[in-house]
Every structure is written in C-alpha cells, then in structure tokens.
C-alpha cells in the first residue's frame, strides 16, 4: 500500500529559526501539493508541483516561505525565519495526472510549533 | 473567487441514525468532488468521490448526491457508528490543467453510542 512520507513528524522550534520539511510523494505520482491545517483556517493549499514545476504558490508567504521539488521523489517546505503564527499541520499530498485522476493522497503531517 | 461552503460545522447523532453533510460550489465549471475523513490526529483520506457525469455514488454506508444545477453536493451516511465520529472534508476541483482542489471548512461529526 503505497503511501506518501513526510519528516519530521513532529517540530519544535524557536522564533526566527528556519524549519524545513520533506516530503516523498507516491513513486508516479506527478503533482505533488502542501496544506497548512490550522483549527482557524482549516486546509489551506500552499503550493503545487507538477512534473516538480511550481504551478501555483499564490497561497505561500513569499517572504519567509519556500518550496521546491529537488527531485521527483523530493519536495521540500521551508520556513526562514519562522515565526509562532506558523505553528500549524503542514501536510503533503500527491497525486497521478491523467485522464480522471484527481484524487490527491495525505501525507502524515509535520505538525509544527514555533515558540 | 472559487469557494466551497459546508454546513453544518458540527453534528451530533445517535448511533445508528444517518448524518448528512451539505457542500455548495461557486465555480460551475468544477466538476470532481471528493470527500475526505480526517481522525483526530490523522492525515485526511479519501472516502468517496464523484465526477459530474453522475448524481449518485454508493459506497456501503456512505453515499454522495450531486446537483450540478443548484451546485450543491452531500455526504450521506446511514447507520452510524462511533468510529465514523471525525472531520469530514468536502473539495471541489475542475478536470483541466491546474487540478486544484478547493476544500470546505469541514464538519466535525460526533457518533453517540
């Protein structure tokens, strides 16, 4: 049963620290998305990747945040500086493209809090 | 923009009773909607999903009713049990290039033994 990975599980960090999360989407899966849960907001779409191209990043704080796709088994979430209004659950999802296939599939989630 | 609302934010059944979750979309041209389950703790996953070239998909308990008319979706489920108590999720996507979806706020369903 393939499964979308993602590390650290758990973060804890200081302010003005920067926090990287990693994620290993499903081996053929091309699309590859990232949510930020909070209670507040609910599931809120960072950025996506197809093919590793950034597609839309609309939803991302461009000064302090970043994404990249190294790789197709890699994509990487970075906070630099972090602050505690970041404190959340940042999941990875991904996804096959092609014909009907929409469905995105979670990661586990790093659930983030920044003092 | 694209939204999609749910209602209600809450809901408490006995089990055994159904629950019904409703979604309505603002982009007409959307036309996949899956539903996700999210457990305390848990990632968000897939359940049931529906594309608009139908109105209704049964999966055992569960069912999803579409009208693409009145741009309203549901999630039916019959006969309760305490481990469908979770946040449910509904999402609307259109089939072309970006394949975004577009998440409702969820619904958090408590199933009473």
């Known amino acids: 049963d393939a499964r979308v990975t993602q590390t650290p599980r758990h973060k804890v960090t200081e302010m003005g620290q920067e926090v990287t999360m990693r994620c290993q989407p499903i081996l053929g899966h091309n699309t590859v998305f990232w949510y930020r849960q909070t209670m507040m907001q609910g599931l809120e779409l960072l950025a996506y990747f197809r093919n590793r191209a950034p597609l839309d990043d609309s939803g991302m704080p461009k000064d302090r945040f970043s994404a990249e796709m190294p790789d197709a088994t890699l994509a990487t979430l970075k906070i630099q500086p972090s602050e505690p209004r970041d404190s959340a659950v940042y999941f990875c999802?991904?996804?096959?493209?092609?014909?009907?296939?929409?469905?995105?599939?979670f990661g586990p989630g790093t659930r983030l809090l920044v003092l | 923009g694209e939204n999609v609302e749910q209602h209600p934010s809450t809901l408490s059944v006995q089990e055994g009773d159904s629950a019904v979750i409703k979604c309505t979309y603002s982009?007409?041209?959307?036309?996949?909607f899956p539903w996700y389950k999210q457990e305390l703790g848990k990632r968000p996953q897939l359940i049931i999903d529906i594309r608009s070239n139908v109105g209704e998909k049964k999966d055992q308990r569960i069912a999803v009713t579409l009208n693409k008319t009145a741009k309203h979706f549901s999630l039916h489920i019959t006969e309760t049990q305490p481990e469908d108590s979770a946040v449910y999720f509904c999402a609307a996507s259109r089939m072309d290039s970006s394949y975004k979806l577009i998440f409702g706020s969820g619904t958090r369903l408590l199933v009473r033994p």
């Open positions: 982009d007409s041209a959307s036309n996949y």
């Open positions: 999802a991904s996804g096959p493209v092609g014909g009907y296939q929409e469905t995105q599939y």
